[in-house]
Nanobody
Framework: QVQLVESGGGLVQAGGSLRLSCAAS????????MGWYRQASGKERELVAS???????DYGDSVKGRFTISRDNAKNTVYLQMNSLKPDDTAVYYC?????????????WGQGTQVTVSS
């Protein structure tokens, strides 16, 4: 069974930095992409950043230039370096994994980690 374990969330002042980590285990297929989504109170879940197995990245418009996603393929771990944090970045951050084995596609979510940015 696929398990995603997130860490690194917490409380930080505006302008500060945090680094999130997400380690995947129980993988029995090829991972095609990993990423981070977030959901603020009363809002829909939105893409923060994603990275493919080949290293291509995609970022939500609101975090471009401030957040950096990276990945350690050998450890099945994805990281999110968050700099210049703003109160609007406050949300629960969810790790996401997508993969495939032949024609079968897989998608998993972590349990979420809270990030709170104080003004």
């Amino acid at each position: 069974q696929v398990q995603l374990v997130e860490s690194g969330g917490g409380l930080v002042q505006a302008g500060g930095s945090l680094r999130l980590s997400c380690a995947a285990s129980g993988i029995h297929f090829s991972i095609t992409a990993m990423g981070w989504y977030r959901q603020a109170s009363g809002k829909e879940r939105e893409l923060v950043a994603s990275i493919t197995a080949g290293g291509s990245t995609d970022y939500g418009d609101s975090v471009k230039g401030r957040f950096t996603i990276s990945r350690d393929n050998a450890k099945n771990t994805v990281y999110l370096q968050m700099n210049s944090l703003k109160p609007d970045d406050t949300a629960v951050y969810y790790c996401n994994l997508e993969g495939r084995n032949g024609l079968t596609k897989y998608k998993s979510w972590g349990q979420g980690t809270q990030v709170t940015v104080s003004s």
